[in-house]
């Protein structure tokens, strides 16, 4: 069993729709959870991040952790079809007690997103 | 501005063949990391540094090296290349620090083993 579970889709919905990724882990050390976005034949950037469980929005994206569930979410609302994309979670452990990350990431599979016109 | 780059964006290689990848960063990171990302695996750690000299190994490994002579720097080998290496490497770089640390990646170098 992989340590973090992402669906691959594909998904295709039409603009303005509300998206809704998601993915689930197994490793309880985890502590800090994000998302990536993967546009064709580029690296992947930085979308949201989030430590420990909570909301956080930016704009049109929130992120949600549960921790007691092992699940993460992120949310796309109106969506565009600049937003048509690979869309990565990725999970990091805390190396030390001080908090300190070095930004070693655990991913999952990654879901493509088609919005359409 | 500060960066990552990668070389060659793409490669074609016979199988048994030594293959390097490079990897510069200007950030001046301390910590960089190797990737592989195939269909229905996402993106899987090959190798990481968290400083010069050091080097540790990721989950999928096997029949890859590195090594890390400076800061700017983290070269990917492939001692004898295979068809099961065809894939696309990406780079990766980090500072270390308290709490979250993004990591930026690099364009990516498409490798094909024939």
């Known amino acids: 069993q992989k340590e973090v579970e992402q669906d691959p889709g594909p998904l295709s919905v039409p603009e303005g729709a509300i998206v809704s990724l998601n993915c689930t882990y197994s490793n309880s050390a985890f502590q800090y959870f994000m998302w990536y976005r993967q546009y064709s034949r580029k690296g992947p950037e930085l979308l949201m991040y989030?430590?420990?469980?909570g909301n956080k929005e930016d704009g049109r994206f929130t992120a949600q952790v549960d921790k007691s569930s092992k699940y993460i979410s992120l949310f796309i609302r109106d969506s565009q079809p600049s937003d048509s994309a690979t869309y990565l979670c990725?999970?990091?452990?805390?190396?030390?007690?001080?908090?300190?990350?070095?930004?070693?990431?655990?991913f999952g599979q990654g879901t493509i997103l088609t919005v359409h016109p | 501005d500060a960066e990552i780059t990668q070389s060659p964006r793409h490669k074609i290689t016979e199988t048994g063949r030594q293959v390097t990848l490079a990897c510069h960063q200007t950030?001046?990171?301390?910590?960089m990391f190797w990737y592989r990302q195939d269909l229905g695996h996402g993106l899987r750690l090959i190798h990481y540094s968290y400083g010069v000299h050091d080097t540790n190994k990721g989950e999928v490994s096997d029949g890859y090296s590195v090594s890390r002579s400076n800061t700017e720097d983290l070269p990917l080998t492939l001692e004898s290349a295979a068809s099961s290496q065809t894939s696309v490497y990406f780079c990766?770089?980090?500072?270390?620090?308290?709490?979250?640390?993004?990591?930026?990646f690099g364009q990516g170098t498409r490798l094909t083993v024939v």
């Open positions: 989030t430590y420990s469980s």
């Open positions: 990725a999970m990091s452990a805390l190396l030390d007690a001080g908090g300190t990350s070095y930004g070693k990431l655990t």
């Open positions: 990766a770089s980090s500072r270390t620090q308290g709490g979250n640390t993004e990591a930026f």
């Open positions: 950030w001046n990171h301390n910590n």
